[in-house]
C-alpha cells in the first residue's frame, strides 16, 4: 500500500517534506511521534498570537515543549537557531520571537511554513539514527546506528537491505559499537528494543513500498524504556 | 522468459561439447597464448574448433575462416581478437547457433568511455542472438571436473575439493594454493553472466559444496538478488564467502541526510552479506582457513568451546578471541574436570580451558587420552581448540606419536569439530598425521582457530534455516 501522505505532498510538488509533513508520513506507517500542533506562521505575527493559537488547539501537548520552524528547505533548523525550549507558558512568546527574529534575519521570512510545538520526549531517551537511502547496488538501504549530532563522527551504524525481519533488526543492534548504550545505562533501565525492531520494520516498510523515496532520516528516534519516539525526522521524494 | 533452469542453461560455460576457439594462435609453446593448446594440455576431450583465416591448421586440427562454416554443432565459443572485431565475431557466433561466448579481448568497459560504448554494442549483439556471455576481459573458465577451460596461460592439474569460484579477476584462479577448487570463473566485466547466475548454477550443482566469491561490485539493483540467491543456496546445503575488495563511487553524492552522508557502499555489504548468510572474508589467509574449516569440519551444535592446552598463556589469548568473535567458553561439567584433575597436582585447579601441562610431564598418551575424551564428551562442548606440543622429536621420553594416537583414536568417535594448533619447531610428520585425521583441522593460530569455529557455528545454523 502506497502512502497517501506522500501523494497528497507530491501532488503539491513538494519534494522535501519538512519535520512536522514528515512525521504526518511516519505515523501513517505507525512510527510513534511525539505530541506536537503546527501552529501557523505569518510574517509579522507576533508571538502571543501563537500561544492563542497553541491554548486553543484541541489537546496541546503539556510543558515542556520544543518549539522548532518547519521549513523545508532548511536541511538542520538548530543551526539556523530555529529551535527553543519552552519550560512554560510565561517563557512561550519571546521564545516564538527570539526564534523568529534568528530565523528570518538575512531571508524575510526564512521559508517557514510554520512553528511546531512538541513534546519534549527526550526522558530517559537514547538517540539513534534511523534512515535510508539509494545504493547504486542494492536499491533502498535501511540504516540504524548510535544517533544524535555526532553520527558523523562515531559512524556506529549498520545497514540492511528490504525486507528485513525481526532478527536482522536485532543483529543490526547487537553489531553496534555502542550497544551498550542500550542496555541498562547510568540509572535508566534498558531501551525497548521490541519498540526498536517494530519501529525499523515499519520504517522498512515504508521504504520499500514508496520507492520515491530518495532519502529519509529519523535523527534522533528516541529510544527509551518505554517505547520509541521520531523526535526529528527529514524525507525526500524524487 | 528462459525456459532452462541454471544448470542447463550455463551448462556449456563449464562443461561444453564443442568449442570454438576465434582468434585461434597458430603458434604453440611458451608465450604462445595458445588457447588450444592449453585445452589439450588440460586435458579437455570434446571437439575443439580453431577459427582463424590466416592459418590451414591449429595443432593438427582444421582451422576455418569463420565461425559459421564449422560442420559441426558447437555450444561455446572462446573469443580471443582485437576488440574492434570483437562484435562481428558475436555475431557469427550468433548466426552458427552458438549459446555460449567467453570473451577474453581487453578494452570495453574496463577501458573508459569509448570501450563501454563498445560493449554496450556488443551486449546488444548478444541480446540479439540469445548468447549467453562471459566477459569481455577475462581469464574465463577453468574446470577439473570436466577439463574446460578458456585460459590463454598454463592452468596446472592437481586434485580438487568441491568449491566453486566466481571472481572478478583471473588472479584467484592461481592465488591460493591450499584453495583447490572445482570450478572457477573470471567473470571479467560482467557484460552479462555475473555474480548472481553463477551462483544459481552452483547452488544446483551436485558438485559444489562451497561457493568463494570474490567481489569488487555488482550490476545497478542486482545486491537484492544476491541476498536472495546466496540465501538459497546456502539453505540447499552448500556454503557461501566472499572477499570484497574497493570501492566505488557512490550514486548519491549530494546526499542532504545523515545517512546519505555515512553510506559507505562497504559497510552495506556487512550488512548484505549477513542476510545472505554469506561469510565474509578480508584476506587470503582467512579465505583459506574458512575453505578449510568449512570442508574438513563436521557441524558444529553450538557455541561452547572447550580447550586443551599444555600453556596457560594460549588458554588466554584463545579467551581473548572467544569474547571476539562472541562465542562461549563452555562450562564443562564437573566429571570432565574430575577425569583431568586425578591426573594432575592438588594445587592445580582444573577448569576450561583444560590445563594439561603438569598432567603431559607425568604421561604425556595417557594425559592427552583422558584429556579429550573427557572434553569431547561434555555436553556443554560443540568444538574443541587443542593448542599442544607435536615436537619431533619429542621432549617427552615416551615419544611423541603416544599423544597422537589419542587424538588419531577419540577425535573421529565424535561428531564434534576439532583445531589443534601445534607448538614446535621441528613438526615434522607429526603435523600430517594430524591432518588426516578425521574432524580435524590443523592451523597455526590460536585466534584464527577461534574465528573458524565461528564460521563453523554461524553456517550449521544457517543451513539449518536459522540465524
Known amino acids: 500500500m502506497k502512502s497517501d501522505v506522500l501523494a497528497e505532498y507530491r501532488d503539491r510538488g513538494i519534494e522535501r517534506l519538512n519535520e512536522y509533513e514528515a512525521r504526518r508520513l511516519l505515523r501513517e506507517y505507525d512510527i510513534p511521534c511525539p505530541d506536537e500542533v503546527l501552529l501557523a506562521y505569518d510574517e509579522g505575527k507576533p508571538g502571543a498570537d501563537y500561544l492563542d493559537e497553541f491554548q486553543a488547539a484541541g489537546d496541546p501537548p503539556g510543558f515542556p515543549v520544543y518549539l522548532k520552524v518547519a521549513a523545508r528547505d532548511v536541511t538542520s533548523v538548530s543551526d539556523v537557531g530555529g529551535v527553543e525550549r519552552v519550560g512554560s507558558v510565561t517563557e512561550f512568546a519571546p521564545a516564538v520571537d527570539r526564534l523568529l527574529d534568528r530565523v528570518t534575519a538575512g531571508q524575510p521570512n526564512g521559508g517557514i511554513q510554520g512553528i511546531i510545538a512538541a513534546e519534549d520526549v527526550s526522558d530517559r531517551a537514547r538517540e539513534l539514527l534511523l534512515g535510508s537511502t539509494v545504493d547504486p547496488q542494492f536499491g533502498a538501504v535501511v540504516s540504524l546506528g548510535i544517533g544524535g549530532i555526532y553520527v558523523e563522527v562515531y559512524r556506529d551504524v549498520e545497514f540492511r537491505v528490504p525486507p528485513i525481519e525481526p532478527a536482522d533488526v536485532r543483529s543490526m543492534l547487537r553489531n553496534l559499537r555502542g550497544r551498550e548504550l542500550l542496555a541498562e545505562f547510568r540509572g535508566m533501565p534498558a531501551v525497548d528494543e521490541d519498540a526498536v525492531v517494530d519501529a525499523v520494520l515499519s520504517f522498512a516498510r515504508l521504504i520499500e513500498e514508496n520507492p520515491e523515496i530518495v532519502e529519509a532520516d529519523i535523527n534522533p528516534l528516541m529510544a527509551r524504556p518505554d517505547g520509541v519516539v521520531a523526535a526529528d525526522a527529514l524525507v525526500r521524494i524524487d | ?467
Not at chain 2, 566472499?242 to 545523515?258: I, N, R, V, W, Y
Not at chain 2, 589443534?420 to 597455526?444: H, I
Request: proline share 6%; hydrophobic share 40%.
Open chain 2, 1 to 467: 522468459m528462459r525456459a532452462m533452469g541454471p544448470l542447463e542453461e550455463l551448462q556449456p560455460v563449464f562443461d561444453p561439447d564443442a568449442v570454438a576457439v576465434i582468434g585461434a594462435r597458430r603458434a604453440n609453446g611458451p608465450g604462445s597464448f595458445n588457447v588450444v593448446e592449453n585445452l589439450d594440455e588440460f586435458g579437455y576431450d570434446g571437439e575443439i574448433y580453431p577459427v582463424n583465416p590466416k592459418a590451414d591448421e591449429v595443432l593438427g586440427r582444421t582451422a576455418y575462416d569463420d565461425v559459421r562454416e564449422i560442420p559441426d554443432p558447437v555450444d561455446h565459443a572462446v573469443v580471443f581478437l582485437p576488440r574492434h572485431i570483437v562484435p562481428d565475431a558475436l555475431r557469427g557466433c550468433g548466426e552458427a547457433g552458438i549459446p555460449v561466448a567467453t570473451i577474453v579481448s581487453q578494452g570495453f568497459a574496463d577501458a573508459g568511455e569509448e570501450g563501454g560504448a563498445m560493449q554496450t554494442e556488443l551486449s546488444a549483439v548478444a541480446d540479439d542472438h540469445g548468447i549467453r556471455v562471459v566477459g569481455p576481459n577475462t581469464m574465463g573458465v577453468h574446470d577439473f571436473t570436466t577439463n574446460f577451460t578458456t585460459a590463454f596461460a598454463p592452468i596446472a592439474q592437481r586434485g580438487y575439493d568441491p568449491v566453486g569460484v566466481i571472481s572478478q579477476t583471473g588472479l584467484f584462479s592461481m592465488s591460493f594454493p591450499d584453495l583447490r577448487y572445482a570450478k572457477f570463473v573470471d567473470l571479467g566485466n560482467a557484460s552479462d553472466i555475473d555474480h548472481v547466475d553463477v551462483l544459481e548454477y552452483y547452488r544446483d550443482h551436485p558438485d559444489i559444496e562451497q561457493v568463494f566469491m570474490h567481489v569488487e561490485g555488482l550490476g545497478p539493483g542486482r545486491g537484492r538478488d544476491l541476498i536472495e540467491v546466496a540465501r538459497a543456496t546456502v539453505g540447499s546445503g552448500t556454503s557461501v564467502m566472499a572477499l570484497k575488495t574497493g570501492q566505488t563511487p557512490l550514486g548519491k553524492s549530494k546526499a542532504e541526510s545523515h545517512t546519505g552522508s555515512l553510506i559507505g557502499e562497504d559497510k552495506v555489504f556487512d550488512g548484505a552479506f549477513e542476510q545472505g548468510r554469506i561469510h565474509r572474508v578480508d584476506d587470503y589467509t582467512d579465505a583459506q582457513v574458512v575453505n578449510r574449516a568449512l570442508l574438513d569440519l563436521p557441524d558444529m551444535a553450538g557455541t561452547g568451546i572447550g580447550m586443551i592446552t599444555h600453556h596457560g598463556a594460549a588458554s588466554i589469548m584463545a579467551m581473548d578471541a572467544i569474547s571476539e568473535f562472541d562465542m562461549e567458553l563452555a562450562s564443562i561439567s564437573s566429571e570432565t574436570a574430575t577425569a583431568v584433575q586425578e591426573l594432575s597436582p592438588d594445587w592445580l585447579e582444573i577448569d576450561n580451558p583444560v590445563d594439561l601441562g603438569p598432567a603431559t610431564v607425568v604421561d604425556a598418551p595417557t594425559a592427552h587420552e583422558v584429556a579429550t575424551e573427557a572434553v569431547l564428551a561434555d555436553d556443554a562442548v560443540h568444538a574443541m581448540i587443542a593448542s599442544i606440543h607435536i615436537a619431533d622429536p619429542s621432549p617427552w621420553p615416551i615419544g611423541v606419536w603416544g599423544h597422537i594416537e589419542a587424538f588419531e583414536e577419540i577425535v573421529p568417535k565424535y561428531d564434534k569439530p576439532v583445531i589443534v594448533v601445534p607448538v614446535g619447531t621441528e613438526q615434522g610428520e607429526t603435523r600430517a598425521r594430524l591432518a588426516a585425521v578425521d574432524n580435524l583441522l590443523v592451523l597455526d593460530d590460536i585466534r584464527q582457530a577461534v574465528r573458524a569455529l565461528r564460521t563453523v557455528s554461524l553456517d550449521t545454523t544457517y543451513r539449518g534455516g536459522d540465524r
